[in-house]
């Protein structure tokens, strides 16, 4: 999202805002039906009503990525999800850093390291 948002600033011709508003708010809409049936009892500390809220803030987020004015001025009802959107960084020097490639992605079946790339390997 943050690539796109970041790809349409740089559009000559952007959308009128009442537009991107009227865009927003059909899919706002279309989620809070949607909430408001995969939810339809209430749950401990989530609600469709405070799903609802959410949906609403998470589009006032986007529109202001999109640079136009928020549409719903709702605040984040759920404090916990924005620990689960942050990105994971490694300390160099409190843990070994292992986001850098999947396990066995350069190593061959019999622990040597692979010297090239090949398409006729066995498997």
């Known amino acids: 999202c943050e690539f ?3 790809l349409y600033g740089m559009l000559k011709n952007q ?6 508003h009227g ?4 899919a706002v809409e279309a989620e809070r039906k949607f909430i408001c049936e995969a ?10 009503d405070l799903m609802t ?6 589009a006032d987020r986007l529109l202001t990525a999109l640079g136009h004015s928020k549409l719903f ?34 190593a061959s079946s019999n622990g040597e390291e692979a010297k090239g790339f090949s398409l006729d390997a066995d498997f």
Do not use: H
């Not at 959308?15 to 991107?20: F, H, M, R």
């Open 15 to 20: 959308l009128p805002e009442d537009v991107v």
């Open 23 to 26: 865009i927003v708010r059909g």
């Open 4 to 6: 796109a948002c970041l």
């Open 39 to 48: 939810l339809p009892c209430d749950l401990i500390g989530m609600n469709s």
């Open 53 to 58: 809220k959410y949906i609403e803030f998470v």
């Open 73 to 106: 001025g709702a605040s984040n009802p759920f404090d916990w999800m924005e620990l689960i959107s942050l990105q994971g960084k490694t300390n160099f020097f409190e843990k070994r850093v292992g986001e850098y490639q999947k396990a066995g992605v350069m």
